[in-house]
């Protein structure tokens, strides 16, 4: 995709949804950190019920401790892979007591050291929490991002470097949450809605529908 397409494309994105933002409820980095590593192969809409009942009980690195991984899992049993992710939720909170004062670090290292925060979930927190411009790359961005041919690429992480290339600067804070946006409710993976497209003419996608 040329350089002028891709700006075009993100100016129609951001005139779509000026303020665009995970679908994940949170309001605190440390709630935003839980919710996104209970997030791996599960529904935003799953996670929000799981994390509307267990925040208001637990929404602090000591108190999910209090909590203990046993009444964790009675919150969020409802979320698959329930009990590794309760492990690591109680296990990432330990760290960040006895290392970060009970705080969400600010920085990749120290966010990819705790259990069950690989580079992706680093990449929403430092994005959505402490507005980083990263681009954090899940199953709808690489879809788009290879559909349509603003960043092709075989892997997660050669997307991730081609986007950060690709995203003019300006369109960088919020890049990724217009593409998951696009790629959840329009560029979907069995049948994309390519009618209801805005930018459709810049897509370099060959099979696009029809109705």
């Known amino acids: 995709m040329k350089p002028a397409d891709r700006r075009e494309l993100f100016a129609r994105l951001k005139e779509l949804n000026p303020k665009p933002t995970t679908e994940l409820e949170y309001s605190t980095p440390f709630e935003l950190l839980v919710a996104v590593t209970l997030s791996a192969q599960a529904t935003d809409v799953g996670v929000n019920k799981a994390t509307r009942r267990l925040f208001p009980v637990a929404n602090t690195p000591e108190a999910i401790l209090a909590l203990g991984e046993d009444g964790l899992k009675k919150y969020i049993s409802t979320i698959g892979l329930f009990n590794a992710k309760a492990a690591n939720v109680v296990a990432a909170c330990r760290i960040l007591v006895e290392k970060h004062g009970g705080q969400v670090p600010r920085d990749r290292e120290s966010l990819e050291a705790l259990p ?3 580079r992706k979930t680093a990449n929403v927190v430092l994005n959505t929490a402490f507005g980083e411009p990263t681009i954090a790359v899940d199953t709808h961005i690489f879809r788009v991002s290879n559909r349509t041919g603003l960043a092709p ?29 696009h790629g959840r409710y329009v560029c ?3 049948k994309p809605d390519c009618p209801q497209c805005v930018i459709r003419d810049l897509c370099r996608y ?5 109705d």
């Open 116 to 118: 069950g925060v690989g």
């Open 153 to 181: 690429g075989k892997t997660v992480r050669a997307v991730e470097d081609k986007l950060l290339k690709a995203v003019p600067a300006e369109y960088r804070l919020d890049a990724h949450h217009w593409l998951i946006l």
């Open 188 to 190: 979907k993976a069995r």
């Open 206 to 210: 060959k099979d696009k529908t029809a």
